[in-house]
Structure formats: C-alpha cells, structure tokens
C-alpha cells in the first residue's frame, strides 16, 4: 500500500515534468515552418467593413472545445456566387471555393497531445475576449503566421491564478 505521502510525491513530480513537458512543445509552428498562409486574409476587412463577429466564422468557438479554422465551408456562404474580382487574394479563394478545394491553412497555434485546451470553457464560460489571447485581430489586415502571445504553461497559470481559476494538474494535463 502507498502512503499518502508518497502519493502526494508522485503527483507532484507527474505534474512538474508534464510542466517541462509543456515548456518544451507548447512552441507554436506553422506549416513547413514557413510562417506564410496560402491566402492573405484580412481580418479588418470582414469585421470592420463587413460587420462579421469572431463566430461568424470560427463557428465553434463558443460551443466546443476547437474554434476551428474556416475553410471553403464557411467562406462560400458569402463568396460562392461572387463575381470576379480585382483582389488576387479573393480570386485565390474563389478558386479554391469553385474547385472544392480545401485551403491548407498553416496551423499557427499548438498546444501538445497531452494537454487539453477548450475554446468554449475560456470564451463561453469564462467569458474571455478572443483578443485576450488573439491581439486586436479586428485591426489585422495579414493573416496569422505566428501567436500573438507565446502559448506556454506559465501564460496560462498566471491567467488561471489572475482570475481565480484552479491549477490543478489533471484539469489540463491528460
């Protein structure tokens, strides 16, 4: 049988080298490590000029775990029956809307396998605005090629202990 002490121990080290663990491959990348996207999407131009709100588009982040990335779906609600255009960025998703073609979006934000991260437990629950850790993506007129806010285990404790949050391990480390 083992001692609660022991167990206490164990615990303690299973969360400090999860903890390195994290330090180590919470390191955001992108596609081939290019940093570059296949389209030069224009944040400013969707919100501001068409109104659009962040789940407009990320249509999951206030109801599941990934807010999702938009692709061909999302964007032939508006761009499918557009004439061309000047924009040889509109005309590039057009092409791909048209050939049904998903757009290979280089992913900007990684966390590891091993740890859980839910979009509608920090936007819906805890109401956190997406700038909080997106940057004012309303005034952004390139698309992501890296974070805004390095995602690593400190941010996130520091966050959780700024509002009251639980730290416990096994809430985010499976």
Not at 46 to 62: I, W
Not at 106 to 133: D, M, N, W
């Amino acid at each position: 049988m083992i001692s609660r002490n022991a167990y206490t121990s164990v615990s303690f080290c299973l969360c400090v080298a999860a903890a390195m663990l994290s330090a180590y491959s919470c390191t955001p990348t992108s596609e081939a490590g290019t940093g570059k996207q296949p389209i030069k999407y224009n944040h400013k131009l969707h919100v501001q000029e068409n109104e659009l709100e962040c789940s407009e588009c990320h249509k999951y982040v206030e109801t599941h775990a990934r807010a999702t990335i938009p692709n061909i779906e999302v964007c032939a609600d508006c761009h499918a029956d557009e004439p061309m255009t000047d924009s040889p960025e509109e005309r590039k998703l057009i092409e791909y809307v048209t050939e049904g073609r998903k757009i290979p979006w280089a992913k900007v934000y990684r966390v590891p396998s091993h740890v859980y991260f839910s979009h509608r437990r920090h936007a819906t629950l805890g109401q956190i605005e997406c700038a909080t850790c997106h940057g004012n993506v309303e005034e952004m007129t390139e698309p992501f090629a890296r974070p805004h806010a390095p995602i690593s285990m400190n941010k996130c404790m520091e966050c959780h202990d700024r509002n009251g949050v639980d730290n416990e391990c096994t809430r985010c480390h499976r």
